[in-house]
């Protein structure tokens, strides 16, 4: 490759990490706002989530054409190689992000008709946990640092341990009322897709593992999904 060929590539792949970053930071803050929706019963803050996926959507359809462009016409090879096909599953990983992150918004309009609860402070927590891991996964795999990486990955214990929480506090308001049973098993899938956005945000985490060190730790310690 000549030395303009060279820059000219690598000047593709930082605008192939900040196309990346764009995405998660839109992920992101999808997840915040469908939080916010549900715990205010805000119906038109719930259709922005949903429109905003579409945003997201279009994003990877971005992501991907560059990806693919990069591997047809670069031929990249060993560390270049791994960051362009992580860039792919990442970017396939956000796009789901924002499918959790409308199924929560969803939910608006189930909840929003039924008796409430008092304040769920988990879920709020495990809002917070996801959406933190979720931006860190990305800025490390912007900076490399697969220590981090792993760190972000431990995280995910939190949010399994706040999830399992949920479900015990939610039987026993199904207990204490048959008619809580509707409200419960919402706010349950609430929970579930949290845990599953944080599972996303640990695949990433993995994925920068992998870039860095050539080191595949997925399944390491992790539950059967």
Not at 11 to 37: F, G
Not at 74 to 86: G, N
Not at 107 to 131: C, H, Q
Request: glycine share 4%; charged share 30%; aromatic share 4%.
């Amino acid at each position: 490759m000549s030395p303009g060929g060279s820059r000219h590539f690598h000047e593709e792949l930082a605008d192939l990490k900040t196309k990346l970053l764009e995405m998660s930071s839109l992920a992101e803050s999808l997840v915040n706002m469908a939080v916010r929706a549900l715990r205010e019963r805000d119906l038109t803050l719930a259709e922005e989530v949903i429109a905003g996926d579409k945003e997201l959507n279009a994003l990877e359809l971005r992501v991907d054409d560059m990806c693919i462009h990069l591997l047809a016409l670069q031929q990249p090879m060993a560390r270049d190689l791994r960051l362009i096909t992580m860039a792919m599953k990442i970017c396939n990983d956000l796009e789901r992000v924002g499918d959790h992150a409308v199924n929560i918004a969803e939910t608006v309009k189930y909840l929003s008709g039924m008796p409430s609860f008092s304040r769920l402070p988990e879920i709020d927590e495990m809002a917070r946990v996801a959406s933190e891991m979720l931006s860190d996964a990305l800025d490390h795999f912007v900076r490399g640092d697969s220590g981090a990486a792993r760190e972000v990955c431990r995280r995910d214990d939190t949010v399994d341990a706040l999830h399992h929480s949920m479900f015990r506090i939610l039987v026993t308001h199904m207990m204490e009322d048959p008619r809580n049973i509707g409200p419960a098993m919402n706010w349950f899938m609430v929970s579930s897709n949290l845990e599953r956005i944080a599972d996303l945000a640990t695949n990433i985490a993995e994925d920068v593992v992998f870039l860095v060190e050539g080191t595949i730790i997925r399944h390491e310690g992790r539950k059967a999904e």
